[in-house]
């Protein structure tokens, strides 16, 4: 015990900081309600003067609005671990989009507009995209490019038809990259279908593939603090057609409209659409595929009810023959972002069909990120991909280099030789056993 007013302790840390802690009660007694963390991870409370303890109660699993499975965050105390709902926006088609909340809604319009943008400025972050009428009937439109601002940076990415073969382009404060490109605060790398943005100290993750794009941010560093077209992320689907004035609008897509940002070329808002599809003038038989046994395994994961109505209203109202396929792909990244990957393309009758360039062939669950010969880009965009908790384990499609063979670089196409290569005897008289080297590997072979 101490007496009133005496010092407890008077310490000096390996920093030269000065802690002193002294008694000010001189009755011993504690106050009444009063509680406090203990270690063990308990929590200690007056009650009547007396102290009682307890186990700290950790939070139980919560309801995702968006549909997705919760992450699992460590508390700063260490002794519980909570649930937060990430925050996931995507959108698709001419175009159809879910907030991070989960709400899907439709949108036109022939301009530039503000996915994401911060309340408070945190990280200096936004993301805008850029639409453009696309041929269809009705004045719809559709994706054309997506940029992300982040500190100073601004991050262009598109895609461009090279002789018949859409190509991403990419620009980094419009200056032309390569995917693969990294400098100290992002990295960029494709699979040949999407290009894929990541922030690893915000734990952001942009991909965009011409007429779809997606936006995961955590919880953890952008909750309740995101305005936009993508919502505000708080899992609470009420408020997400917030107009940039603050106030909820009923309407998302008239919403959607008030986020454009300052374009000369921007037009009226379109006459809605209908979105009943004209008798005998439409074949949606590829949208069933969403709800056959192809996608089984991600039934139970995401909700398929968006991608088919989406998928019907643009094979309906679009002048483009594989435009159906845009939501069966959205739908099909979605799930691999929550774990299942499905392999979709071969049951729609060569209509989704994606041809690689050779020596490249597709793969529907291939690596997100592709290996190289270069030992030093594996480390950097291969081993350190799981810094985004979201990316662990989740499988991408894209085109990828033959299971025999590994690519050369990350800015080439060229597969060589892989380095495996079997236990190697030189028996017969006169042999040696020498090395040469083949594509990127050393190979021995008797000589």
Not at 55 to 68: G, I, K, M, S, Y
Not at 313 to 331: A, E, N, P, V, W
Not at 387 to 405: H, I, L, Q, R, W
Request: overall charge negative; some cysteine.
């Amino acid at each position: 015990m101490f007496a009133p007013d005496s010092t407890v302790y008077n310490e000096t840390d390996s920093d030269g900081y000065c802690y002193i802690g002294s008694c000010k009660e001189d009755n011993g007694s504690c106050h009444e309600g009063e509680s406090w963390k203990e270690s063990n991870c308990r929590i200690a409370t007056c009650h009547n003067g007396n102290v009682t303890y307890k186990l700290t109660q950790c939070p139980t699993p919560v309801v995702c609005a968006n549909n997705f499975h919760p992450t699992l965050v460590q508390d700063d105390d260490g002794c519980c671990t909570h649930y937060e709902c990430q925050c996931i926006c995507y959108g698709w088609g001419d175009p159809h989009y879910v907030s991070f909340d989960g709400t899907y809604y439709g949108f036109q319009g022939n301009c530039s507009y503000w996915l994401v943008k911060e309340i408070l400025p945190k990280y200096n972050f936004s993301v805008m995209i850029d639409n453009y009428y696309c041929g269809s009937v009705g004045g719809l439109s559709c994706p054309q490019s997506i940029t992300v601002f982040y500190k100073s940076y601004k991050i262009f990415i598109t895609q461009k038809d090279v002789n018949g073969n859409f190509t991403n382009q990419i620009s980094v404060n419009d200056k032309h990259v390569s995917p693969a490109y990294q400098n100290g605060d992002f990295r960029i790398t494709t699979t040949g279908i999407d290009t894929v943005l990541v922030i690893p100290k915000i734990h952001a993750k942009i991909t965009f593939s011409g007429l779809i794009f997606s936006i995961y941010l955590p919880f953890s560093e952008f909750g309740n603090n995101t305005q936009g077209q993508c919502g505000t992320c708080d899992n609470n689907r009420k408020n997400d057609c917030m107009l940039p004035s603050g106030k909820i609008d009923p309407s998302c897509p008239n919403m959607a409209h008030e986020w454009h940002a300052n374009d000369s070329y921007c037009e009226p808002i379109p006459p809605t659409p209908t979105t009943t599809p004209t008798p005998n003038t439409c074949n949606t038989t590829i949208c069933e595929i969403i709800k056959s046994s192809v996608f089984e395994s991600c039934h139970k994961v995401i909700d398929y009810s968006p991608f088919v109505v989406s998928c019907e209203f643009d094979i309906c109202h679009m002048h483009i023959k594989r435009i159906g396929c845009t939501s069966l792909q959205t739908y099909a990244e979605i799930c691999a972002e929550a774990g299942v990957c499905v392999d979709w393309r071969n049951a729609t009758d060569g209509l989704c069909e994606y041809t690689c360039p050779s020596p490249k062939v597709y793969q529907a669950c291939g690596p997100q990120v592709e290996p190289t010969c270069d030992s030093w880009y594996n480390q950097k965009f291969i081993y350190t991909v799981n810094e985004f908790s979201a990316m662990t384990n989740v499988k991408s499609e894209g085109c990828f280099c033959p299971n025999d063979s590994i690519l050369l670089s990350s800015t080439s196409d060229e597969c060589v030789p892989n380095c495996a290569q079997p236990p190697l005897s030189c028996d017969e008289e006169g042999q040696v056993k020498v090395t040469d080297t083949v594509g990127c590997c050393q190979k021995d072979k008797c000589g």
